[in-house]
């Protein structure tokens, strides 16, 4: 019986690698999941939440984007940045989501407004996901 692998990897390390039932991935174009046996498939993905599903308990991540390759029942998602909802510091992401609000609310002239937006975007996405999934991952 064919398996399905799933590897995760970020600039600076890997995250996960082993056989897992699906994956569901925030794709560009909405979530999707993969399944054993899926068409091959080469994708980006957006800010949000991935979910593993291995043989015993469900796994969260929240993700800044990246790539995907599904190929042979092999998974390789290529992260900008990936957490896992308990290592996320909420601390740290409501500051970052304040600098992005004052930013974006200083109306600058030289602003970079796309990505004072994608910065609250992925500090809206760690908040919610280290609320929702932080005690129920791993």
Wanted: net charge neutral; charged share 30%; proline share 4%.
């Amino acid at each position: 019986m064919a398996e399905l692998f799933l590897e995760i990897i970020t600039p600076s390390k890997k995250i996960f690698g082993e056989k897992i039932k699906s994956v569901t991935i925030p794709g560009t174009n909405g979530s999707f999941q993969v399944l054993i046996n899926h068409a091959p498939l080469m994708s980006t993905f957006e800010i949000g939440l991935i979910k593993i599903e291995p043989f015993d308990k469900t796994i969260y991540f929240a993700t800044g984007g990246g790539t995907v390759e599904v190929l042979d029942n092999k998974v390789l998602v290529l992260a900008d940045s990936i957490e896992a909802p308990e290592k996320i510091d909420v601390d740290r992401a409501l500051a970052a989501k304040e600098r992005a609000e004052q930013r974006l609310a200083s109306k600058e002239k030289d602003l970079d407004v796309p990505r004072a937006q994608a910065a609250l975007a992925r500090a809206l996405n760690r908040l919610k996901i280290a609320d929702k999934f932080a005690e129920t991952s791993g």
